[in-house]
């Protein structure tokens, strides 16, 4: 897999899905897109999101993100030479370090 090229293999939804032809003009992403939407809205599955799903959500609705794309495109060079190491320790203490958070906001 290369970073940034999007999949050419669009996944099916169900397997007794049958695609509609493209229409003029739509590109087959967008054929595969609106058929997985109306193959979702025909099945008629209820979903339910838990309230600690809701919280994580909000917290994060109004911050901005800011991206540093410098070093987005340092690390996308590295890949791409196969020069890029992962830090299995900063990984881990960043791992460690968010579930001890959200311990934290369920006892509170």
Do not use: C, H, W, Y
């Amino acid at each position: 897999m290369k970073i940034g090229q999007p999949s050419d293999n669009p996944i099916p939804v169900s397997s007794n899905a049958t695609p509609a032809p493209p229409k003029s003009g739509q590109s087959p992403a967008a054929t595969a897109t609106a058929t997985a939407a109306k193959n979702a809205q025909s099945a008629g599955v209820a979903v339910t999101v838990s309230t600690l799903a809701r919280s994580l959500g909000a917290d994060k609705a109004g911050e901005a993100s800011v991206i540093d794309v410098k070093k987005v495109a340092q690390v996308r060079s590295a890949i791409e030479q196969g020069t890029f190491v992962v830090n299995a320790e900063a990984i881990a203490d960043k791992l460690l370090a968010n579930a001890q958070e959200m311990l934290k906001r369920t006892t509170s």
